[in-house]
């Protein structure tokens, strides 16, 4: 009886291990947006937007190439990446690219790669292994930004 109440522990112990570090579900690898604008004027927008409207820390603009690139920031886990049941903080990496597709339209496609150390303990909470984890961004802080341009752009 013992030895059976043993094994149940052991196995119910396992189970909540599995459970809380569980796999974040799948989601893009980049978001990308086409918008009926030029490229100046969507250029521009996202500058402003990014600047003025969400106050995000650009690293590096490079308007010939429709390249932007954010400053590395700490951001909490959960609202703009989904690292499972993971909770803390996470760094944020932003690539953004402005494309001409006409006269008269234009795309954005967002990459934003997130991720974090999480310590991994056994069932007396000691620390037995740390290791990065990568968590895919949900499309929030992409959604934000398109919205933001757009909101500049009248369309």
């Known amino acids: 009886a013992l030895v059976l109440l043993l094994v149940s522990a052991f196995l119910f112990g396992c189970l909540q ?6 796999r974040a579900p799948k989601y893009p690898e980049h ?9 100046s ?9 990014l600047v003025e409207d969400l106050r995000l820390p650009v690293a590096k603009l490079n308007e010939k190439t429709g390249s ?8 909490p886990l959960g ?8 909770s803390g903080t996470a760094n944020r990496r932003v690539t953004i690219r402005v494309k001409r597709l ?7 496609t967002i990459t934003a790669r997130y991720h974090t150390e999480m310590e991994l303990k056994n069932n007396l909470g ?9 968590c895919p961004s949900t499309g929030r802080l992409e959604e934000e930004i398109v919205w933001n341009v757009k909101r500049r752009l009248d369309i």
């Not at 932007?68 to 951001?75: D, G, N, T, Y």
């Open 17 to 22: 291990i599995v459970d809380r570090y569980r």
């Open 31 to 39: 978001y990308t947006y086409e918008l009926q604008a030029e490229y």
């Open 41 to 49: 004027a969507t250029w521009s927008a996202l500058v402003n937007a």
């Open 68 to 75: 932007v690139q954010l400053r590395e920031e700490l951001v």
């Open 79 to 86: 609202r703009y990446c989904d690292c499972g049941a993971y």
């Open 102 to 108: 006409g006269s008269k339209s234009s795309s954005l």
């Open 126 to 134: 000691q620390v037995v292994k740390k290791r990065r984890i990568t």
